[in-house]
Antibody, heavy 119, light 113 residues
């Protein structure tokens, strides 16, 4: 059974960094891309980036380039998303999501991690 | 970036009636090499992550009730809920995964009339 379990809620001050983890199980970790999507309070979904856990290659939305980093630990089947230089607009729920067979959408999602940025 | 738009922003439908949501992409998401539209539909209920309903514009994800159907090609797509049930109350998003960034539409809220 596929599971994506994310780390707990975080409260950060502006300018700080946050690391959100996504621990996967129930499938071959290196066979599926992992995405990060966020949702600000009362807002829609925003795609942030993707990692290929097999190669470690990443692609980020231009909006986050330079302050977002995603890494994969194949020994623990865990993906980490770090977002730096936090500002109040980064307050959101952050989701990891697995991409099924490439080109078939995001079939499994983590439960979400609330990140609050406040002074 | 491909911009996704949805209409309407919200709609209220009586139980057992049909709900139709439209989605438009600013450029085609039809992948010519396999003739697949790289367009998905998700359902999101309050406090929950999104749930994949449809991919390739019209292929229902395993376990999704057959009252949900998707259609369209190129830049214009539709999600239809044929006989609305109370548990279908949610926000529905379309998403293109043709090219990064994999953009989402702004969402359509479905309420019960």
């Amino acid at each position: 059974q596929v599971h994506l379990v994310q780390s707990g809620a975080e409260v950060k001050k502006p300018g700080a960094s946050v690391i959100v983890s996504c621990k996967t199980s129930g499938y071959i970790f290196t066979s599926y891309y992992l995405h990060w999507v966020r949702q600000a309070p009362g807002q829609g979904l925003e795609w942030m980036g993707i990692i290929n856990p097999y190669e470690g290659s990443t692609t980020y939305a231009q909006k986050f380039q330079g302050r977002m980093s995603v890494t994969a630990d194949t020994s623990t089947s865990t993906v980490y998303m770090e977002l730096s230089s936090l500002r109040s607009e980064d307050t959101a729920v952050y989701y990891c999501a697995r991409e099924s067979v490439p080109g078939t959408g995001f079939d499994y999602w983590g439960q979400g991690t609330q990140v609050i940025v406040s002074s | 970036d491909i911009v996704m738009t949805q209409s309407p922003d919200s709609l209220a439908v009586s139980l057992g009636e049909r709900a139709t949501i439209n989605c438009k992409s600013s450029q085609s998401v039809l992948y010519s090499s396999n003739n697949k539209n790289y367009l998905a539909w998700y359902q999101q209920k309050p406090g929950q992550p999104p749930k994949l309903l449809i991919y390739w514009a019209s292929t229902r994800e395993s376990g999704v009730p057959d009252r949900f159907s998707g259609s369209g090609s190129g830049t214009d797509f539709t999600l239809t809920i044929s006989r609305l049930q109370a548990e279908d109350l949610a926000v529905y998003y379309c998403q293109q995964y043709y090219s990064t960034p994999f953009t989402f539409g702004p969402g359509t809220t479905v309420d019960i009339k």
